[in-house]
């Protein structure tokens, strides 16, 4: 009885056109069960807009104006017998021709007949049918003007004779038949519009979204969906992954899951948020069920060892029992071992490099694990076993200086790696290079070759095309100073001033420079510019005061002395007692 009441109300309401009784159509009862009031609500559950949705499938997929959705943090749907409905998710957006669709918590769903566009339409009866603060409107008397074919050619956009008045935006123009043919928009040039149906039928969600889609998505806030095909949907849970918060992450991996429950990558994927909330178990028990749905096991292995090794490596603590050194090291032993068989047998010689650079990312794997548990002399038999074979590059090579350097090897053969690391250039450095460059550098300087040093500087200025910091001039200076090289050194701390004037660092070396040099004029200048900056400095106030004493102005000369040793420079008093007696 309730049912038959409701009906009778409905159809009621639907003899109401601008005040005027009109005849309802036959097929009218039945195109309301796929017909939906739709509302939806601010942050603060504050009723926001009011529209209408139309069902598409039979597993809840509604789709609706982008207007009503814009904004909103949740919604409701209200069908025809008054049954509430949460929206779940937004499946996909648009707000060129302001369509959303999205799934409410009814699977099962009766959908709207939708008409063909492929006829021309022209002088077509048609009916606009929606809600109205609540209650079913049906609007007759209408006809298609003309249609022109919009979306690349796939959808319809109608022109209408009959001007509607805003309450019609986003009702359903239906046919005589009860087919939807469209979506009533906002009247241009006192002419109302429809835009297909089908097209908000078609929307999906993309990984890779145009303008369109993300301008309409970043506007609503109420939890979205993924793609339809796994292979997008990763894509998108990867760019998610450097956007999303954890919880917006951990929301779109579960749905992932849940959607392609054979795929392996899922769990994987999962297992990151899951120990950033220390919950070892659950991640533990993805990565299983990961390595037993994952086709390729050696690859398997190998990022199973790569997500233990991240834990271990970045959150040490807690610690979890099922995660050790040796357990991550026994995955990679096992990647391995599959991984060299299936370059073996693999004869196609493009997938057999391929599958090579997995071998060889792996190997390296294993040596970073091996230096990273303190075992240094391991990763350096993995290095040095590269180095003597098909897998040794100009990395291999400065990993083994570095790993030579935490064995506490000596200087000489830190340096021979790096000489035979930069040896693999065999024409000219490229400007990768320059990391490379740099750690010679830094080995002749702690080896006191300042000169050998100086050259790798300005090989290291070079490679970047002098766009050097004023620290890098800094630090060549200091060596030039060290190799006797005066002019040199002198030229690079004036760059480094220049780079950066308000270091008093700076200032007093240049000063200091200056002194050794005999330019006491200029020795004087960068010494006050130093003080000007920082009252603080004692360098700044001895080396003053030794040029006033070359000078001859030994009344400012004492009082700069006395400054520095006030300051707790203890060579100040010597001085005094050598010149100013």
């Known amino acids: 009885m309730k049912k038959l009441f409701m009906t009778i109300a409905l159809m009621a309401v639907a003899m109401i056109v601008y005040g005027q009784e009109a005849p309802a159509p036959k097929w009218l009862s039945k195109a309301q069960k796929s017909i939906v009031s739709v509302i939806t609500y601010d942050k603060n559950r504050e009723k926001l807009h009011e529209g209408c949705g139309f069902v598409v499938s039979t597993d809840g997929a509604v789709i ?65 049918i929606g809600y109205t603060k609540g209650k079913v409107n049906v609007v007759p008397k209408a006809a298609i003007e003309k249609k022109d074919m919009v979306g690349d050619g796939k959808y319809a956009y109608y022109t209408i004779t009959t001007e509607f008045d805003g309450k019609q935006e986003g009702h359903g123009l239906f046919n005589t038949k009860g087919e939807l043919l469209g979506i009533i928009l906002s009247s241009v040039d006192k002419k109302s519009g429809a835009i297909d149906g089908t097209m908000g039928r078609d929307l999906t969600l993309e990984a890779l979204q ?50 392609f429950p054979e795929n392996a990558e899922g769990y994987l994927r999962r297992a990151t948020p899951l120990i950033d909330l220390h919950r070892f178990d659950d991640a533990e028990r993805d990565l299983q069920t990961y390595l037993r ?19 271990l490596l970045y959150m040490p603590e807690p610690a979890y029992d099922k995660w050790t050194y040796p357990i ?47 075992d240094h002399r391991g990763s350096l038999a993995i290095y040095d076993e590269m180095n003597a074979g098909e897998y040794k590059g100009p990395g291999t090579y400065y990993a083994a200086s570095m790993e030579h350097q935490l064995a506490g090897d000596t ?15 065999p024409d000219s450095l490229p400007p990768d290079a320059a ?23 300005n090989t290291f200025y070079e490679l970047n095309k002098g766009q050097v910091s ?60 130093c003080i000007a900056l920082s009252q603080e400095y004692p360098d700044a106030y001895r080396i003053l005061g030794y040029a006033q004493i070359q000078k001859g102005d030994k009344v400012s000369a004492r009082r700069n002395l006395e400054k520095a040793k006030e300051l707790g420079d203890e060579s100040a008093q010597e001085i005094m007692d050598k010149f100013l007696k």
Do not use: W
């Open 470 to 529: 004023s620290a890098f001039y800094y630090d060549r200076s200091q060596l030039e100073l060290q190799g006797r090289m005066y002019q040199q050194a002198l030229d690079d701390i004036t760059k480094a001033v220049e780079q950066t004037p308000e270091s008093p660092l700076y200032l007093v070396e240049k000063s200091a420079m200056h002194l050794r040099v005999n330019q006491l004029d200029e020795c004087i200048s960068a010494a006050e510019k």
């Open 328 to 374: 991550a090291l026994d995955h990679v032993e096992q990647a391995l071992t599959l991984m060299k068989e299936d370059v073996d047998k693999e004869p196609k010689a493009e997938l057999k490099e391929m599958k090579k650079a997995t071998l060889y990312e792996t190997i390296l794997l294993k040596a970073q694990m091996l230096s990273s548990s303190g």
């Open 210 to 259: 145009n303008r369109s889609q993300s301008m309409a998505f970043n506007k609503i806030y109420i939890k979205k969906g993924i793609p339809e095909t796994p292979e997008e949907a990763l894509v998108y849970l990867y760019l998610k992954s450097r956007s999303a918060d954890n919880d917006e992450y951990m929301d779109l991996v579960n749905l992932f899951i849940e959607t």
């Open 411 to 425: 200087i000489d053969v830190q340096i021979e790696m790096m000489d035979s690391c930069l040896a693999q250039f």
């Open 64 to 128: 609706s104006t982008y207007n009503t959705f814009k904004e909103a943090y949740s919604g409701v749907v209200v069908d025809a017998s008054g049954n509430k409905y949460d929206v779940e998710r937004i499946l996909g957006a648009d707000d060129l021709y302001g369509l959303v669709r999205f799934r409410i918590s009814n699977k099962k769903t009766t959908p709207v007949t939708f008409a063909s566009a492929t006829a021309s339409n022209r002088g077509m009866d048609v009916l606009a």
């Open 435 to 457: 990391t490379f460059v740099m750690r010679r550098a830094k080995l002749y300087t702690t080896a006191g070759q300042y000169r050998k040093a100086v050259a790798d500087y």
């Open 293 to 311: 749905l994952v086709a390729d096991k050696g690859q398997g292995h190998a990022s199973v060892a790569k997500t233990i090794y991240s834990k």
